[in-house]
């Protein structure tokens, strides 16, 4: 038995007409572009202890964000960062690792990276000691921090600003 050309033609339009796209369907906003990074910090600013209760990233404060790479600001990753000060609109922030730099310390040093060590948080889910990288200040938009994932307590984030006044002196 061979089956209805009709039949098929049918089928073929019943399928199309459900699958084109509506022009009276919503559509879906499109993705603001990304800010273009303006670069690294560089200079001097406040070194500010101000977290608060709310959802809001505040300077003392550990934040996921994307973090662009040094080398290639069009390029970058999903990373911790810590929060230490504002610059107008950015927030100013210290990307942070939980790779152990104590080993290899004088080669970082000598590639120019410099980390105080700030042992563990409710940032890392692992419960991992992390490291902050005093030398690097990142200007993150506010509104691409992705999540809050914790809070330095005042001695911690005094150890990392004493790393970034060493630093910059």
């Known amino acids: 038995m061979t089956p209805n050309p009709s039949g098929w033609q049918a089928i073929a339009r019943a399928i ?14 499109q993705p603001s572009a990304p800010q273009e990074y303006p670069g690294d910090f560089t200079g001097r600013f406040d070194i500010v202890y101000d977290p608060h209760p709310d959802q809001l990233p505040d300077p003392g404060e550990v934040v996921w964000t994307w973090v662009p790479y040094e080398e290639d600001h069009t390029q970058g990753k999903d ?9 107008a609109a950015w927030l100013l922030a210290l990307p942070m690792t939980s790779k152990d730099h104590d080993l290899d310390a004088a080669q970082e040093a000598s590639e120019g990276r410099y980390w105080v060590d700030i042992g563990t948080g409710d940032w890392d889910r692992s419960g991992r000691p992390s490291e902050v990288r005093v ?7 506010p509104h691409r921090v992705r999540r809050t994932a914790g809070k330095l307590d005042q ?15």
């Open 16 to 29: 199309a007409k459900a699958i084109k796209p509506r022009l009276s369907s919503p559509r879906l906003p």
């Open 79 to 87: 990373r911790p960062v810590v929060i230490v000060g504002r610059d």
């Open 155 to 169: 001695s911690r984030f005094a150890e990392v600003a004493e790393g970034i006044r060493e630093y910059f002196a």
């Open 135 to 141: 030398n690097r200040v990142l200007r993150v938009d």
